[in-house]
């Protein structure tokens, strides 16, 4: 059974310090009000991180540190596709950049994608045991302790930030000279980017460091009065290397989920897809056959004719789960007598989408498999209230 939670009760920091004190290997998945995010671990190590925010994506530091261009990004993602190699391994391969470059870039993108979860107070997660991604990716093998301690130092200071400076939208400029020669490196490198036009977000970009050391000079500055903070722009530029626009990005998207055993989510980029580029046949056959790939790995649960489906939690922590009205629905179904294809021969809409919602909540530990010998024959199928 999957291990389940939410950060209200077990904070980030304790779960991760739990599954590096036992050494776990699978896949943490975190589901925050804006955000899904999961973490790959080995033998209790954080191995890969993968987020759903486009500010986490490979591609934003790619085009926004100034190294592709979008299209230059939409191109790769293409052949990354036909060729089944990791986007970092074709940037080594066409001579975009060197091995160590990559790994300093996957670094800075797991970093920051993990400290942002320090400071979330509240997000449903659950940890699949043994669960390792269906495709590659760019392992680093880092102590959990990396994080904490880092992360803790960050979570503190960001505190005091966010009661001067709201978000990293905001445009800096300097009321007064600065004497460069005392500063560090990386303040004299985002001293040469503050003109009064940029924001805190686009100065790291274009000194190609993490937002939180940017963040923290100006943050002193502002506090010495070497800095006044401007407005953002409205309306607000756009992601750097987000290309959601295209449908080639939700599949790419669709595959990564697949590739971390989320299918539903997978599943729904698929459909997404249909029906925003109904067009479009290259996107449909891809749909296509993506959607067969779900279908295959859904059949791996093992449901025999006697599988029963009960639930595994409690009624009162069932009503506190953040579900969607498909997913309350089916738990509406489930009462520990029907078997798993009773309640999908009643459920409306399409049975792979049932399947893969079952799946899901299987994997989140909210319901469970009982094998049966035994079924009642007056037990019949569960109906549908009207």
């Known amino acids: 059974m999957a291990v389940t939670g939410n950060l209200r009760t077990m904070p980030f920091p304790d779960l991760m310090q739990w599954?590096?004190?036992?050494?776990?290997?699978g896949?943490?998945?975190?589901?925050?009000?804006?955000?899904?995010?999961?973490?790959?671990?080995?033998?209790?190590?954080?191995?890969?991180?993968?987020?759903?925010?486009?500010?986490?994506?490979?591609?934003?530091?790619?085009?926004?540190?100034?190294?592709?261009?979008?299209?230059?990004?939409e191109h790769l993602l293409d052949r990354q596709k036909e060729l089944n190699v990791m986007l970092g391994e074709l940037l080594?391969?066409?001579?975009?950049?060197?091995?160590?470059?990559?790994?300093h870039l996957v670094r800075v993108k797991t970093e920051e994608t993990t400290y942002d979860l320090m400071l979330w107070q509240e997000g449903e997660f659950f940890f699949l045991d043994d669960a390792q991604p269906r495709r590659d990716f760019k392992e680093l093998q880092l102590p959990v302790e990396h994080f904490i301690l880092e992360g803790a130092r960050q979570v503190d200071e960001r505190r005091r930030i966010a009661a001067v400076i709201a978000d990293s939208g905001v445009i800096p400029r300097a009321v007064q000279p600065i004497d460069e020669s005392h500063?560090?490196?990386?303040?004299?490198?985002?001293?040469?980017?503050?003109?009064g036009a940029k924001s805190i977000e686009e100065i790291a970009?274009?000194?190609?460091?993490?937002?939180?050391?940017?963040?923290?000079?100006?943050?002193?500055?502002?506090?010495?009065?070497?800095?006044?903070?401007l407005p953002p722009v409205l309306p607000p530029k756009r992601i750097p290397?987000?290309?959601?626009?295209?449908?080639?990005d939700r599949l790419q998207e669709a595959e990564s989920s697949l590739a971390l055993g989320d299918a539903l989510e997978a599943y729904r980029k698929v459909i997404e897809v249909r029906e925003r580029y109904p067009n479009i046949p290259k996107a449909l056959t891809a749909a296509d056959e993506l959607?067969?790939?779900?279908?295959?790995?859904?059949?791996?649960?093992?449901?025999?004719?006697?599988?029963?489906?009960?639930?595994?939690?409690?009624?009162?922590?069932?009503?506190?789960?953040?579900?969607?009205?498909?997913?309350g629905f089916v738990l509406s179904r489930i009462n520990g007598r029907y078997t798993v294809n009773q309640i999908l021969a009643v459920l409306p809409g399409v049975r792979l989408h049932n399947q893969l919602i079952i799946r899901n909540l299987i994997q989140?530990?909210?319901?469970?498999?009982?094998?049966?010998?035994?079924?009642?024959?007056?037990?019949?199928?569960p109906r549908l209230r009207t």
């Open 183 to 195: 500063l560090t490196p990386s303040g004299a490198a985002a001293l040469r980017e503050i003109d």
């Open 92 to 103: 080594v391969q066409t001579g975009r950049l060197t091995r160590e470059q990559v790994d």
């Open 19 to 25: 599954i590096s004190a036992s050494r776990k290997t």
């Open 27 to 73: 896949t943490l998945v975190i589901k925050g009000q804006r955000y899904t995010k999961k973490i790959l671990f080995q033998n209790g190590l954080v191995s890969a991180v993968t987020s759903n925010n486009p500010r986490e994506h490979l591609g934003y530091y790619l085009v926004g540190w100034g190294i592709l261009t979008e299209d230059e990004l």
């Open 205 to 229: 970009l274009a000194c190609r460091m993490p937002e939180f050391p940017v963040l923290s000079f100006i943050f002193q500055g502002v506090t010495n009065g070497v800095f006044e903070l």
């Open 241 to 248: 290397g987000f290309l959601r626009s295209t449908w080639r």
């Open 291 to 327: 959607e067969r790939e779900i279908a295959q790995d859904v059949e791996k649960l093992p449901i025999g004719p006697s599988t029963i489906l009960e639930l595994a939690l409690a009624p009162r922590d069932i009503v506190q789960l953040k579900c969607d009205p498909e997913e």
């Open 364 to 381: 989140r530990g909210v319901v469970q498999l009982r094998e049966s010998q035994k079924i009642a024959r007056h037990q019949g199928a």
